[in-house]
């Protein structure tokens, strides 16, 4: 049983014109149109498959293939296809298309499974409107707050407003999580973001684990005053003590040095934002990761000790807002095994390695045995239109996709 290559290209081909812009890019922020868009596309992708298909009120696609025993718990594979807003044409599509593609060649292979099976596409997994990513497979595992409904994005619009506009009623939210029998376990595929791949120059590679994020807001109060009048010695210049801040921030995690721990600050908003006022006001995030919840937290502690010193030094006032805190999850052993088995058949040579960046899979592994293939990145690049991976690399991912989630499935298996 061979996935084909032509028909992940026309469907990743297709994709990548929702939200598209220039060359390469594609913006398709959740609950967008954009995103709306794609999820009707895939869907209807599904039905064509005779997929049972429901967007779910979290906005999570599901297009689920019956098995012979209607009440075992289903094998989920799949990905999510909402965007950065700058972002390109593989992270999170991949994994769905390659879901749908190991579906289709089941399907087309008369393939009678035992367990029933579930393509997904999850919402919301990159953060990036509201603040706090992977709402799709927090919400389906039950973990969504009823607080998190009301958070809003830069335009004032809520959570919950915004799903009502994508077609979900968050009022029936409760309904779509699912009791933790009813998932055996989930697989996805996902592009590396990363260069470790290439370097080794792998095609795919199987994932032991993700790193967990820590997100924090971190708010410096200074003085407002015209840029012209007040003397430099009298400024309370918030944006200066944030400068400060954001440097022993990065002093802090570089210290650490040959551990996979990361920190970035992404995202700052200074108040009033005038080129001639001083600015009162300051809010920058903070993105702190490692598999190593020790080392992360203490790194984390250490840069909040930093901040008090400056603090006391210049005199300024701020406050840290804790917006998620995510352990870090090794991937189920046996998914290892048998994914690292089963990828010797497709190519010699298939690494084992850690993922950097968060997916859906982490909130997944909390919840069921989990597993993860990587495909290599051009450059490492993700989140960017440059982000890019090969043709041939993701058909080898969507391969051993279809040969695993055939292992774990099919209790008879007849080829024609
Ligand atoms: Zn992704």
Known sequence: MKVNQDRIKKRMEAL??????????????????????????????????????????????????????????????GSHLDSQPNGGRFDGTIGVVGALEVVECMIENQVSTDTPIEVIAFSDEEGCRFNNGLFGSRG???KVTEEEWESKDRDGVTKREALRLFGCDPDKAEDSVYPPDKIAC??????????VLEKQDASIGVVEGIAG???????????????????????????LFASYAMSEFNQIVSSYVGSPLVGTVGNIDVYPNSRNVIPE???????????DLK?????????????????????????????????????SDKLIDLLVEEGKEINPSVPTLMSGPFHDALIMADFCNTGMIFVRSKDGKSHTPEEYSRMEDI??????????????CAAKTEQV
């Not at 599904?46 to 025993?69: A, C, V």
């Not at 989930?186 to 260069?195: K, L, N, V």
């Not at 030094?313 to 998620?324: G, L, T, W």
């Open 213 to 239: 994020p820590l997100w924090a807001t971190v708010e410096i109060i200074g003085e407002a005053g015209h840029a012209g009048s007040v003397p430099m010695a009298m400024r309370k210049d918030s944006l």
């Open 395 to 408: 058909t080898e991912g969507a391969q051993l996709l279809l040969q695993v989630t055939n292992q774990l």
């Open 281 to 291: 006001k300051v809010r920058f995030t903070i993105d702190l990761r490692d598999i």
């Open 186 to 195: 989930f697989i996805e595929m996902h592009i590396e973001q990363g260069p």
């Open 16 to 77: 990548a014109q929702i939200g598209k812009f220039g060359e390469t890019g594609v913006n398709r922020v959740a609950f967008t149109e954009k995103h709306k868009e794609s999820v009707l596309l895939v869907q209807e992708w599904m039905n064509q498959l005779g997929l049972t298909t429901k967007i779910d009120h979290f906005g999570n696609l599901i297009g689920r293939l019956e098995g012979s025993s209607i009440d075992k718990p289903v094998v989920m594979v």
């Open 140 to 142: 389906l595992t039950g």
């Open 295 to 331: 080392r992360r937290n203490e790194a984390f502690e250490k840069f909040e000790f930093a901040l008090s010193r400056l603090a006391d030094e210049f005199q300024f006032a701020y406050k840290i807002e804790m917006d998620s805190d995510l352990e870090p999850k090794l991937c």
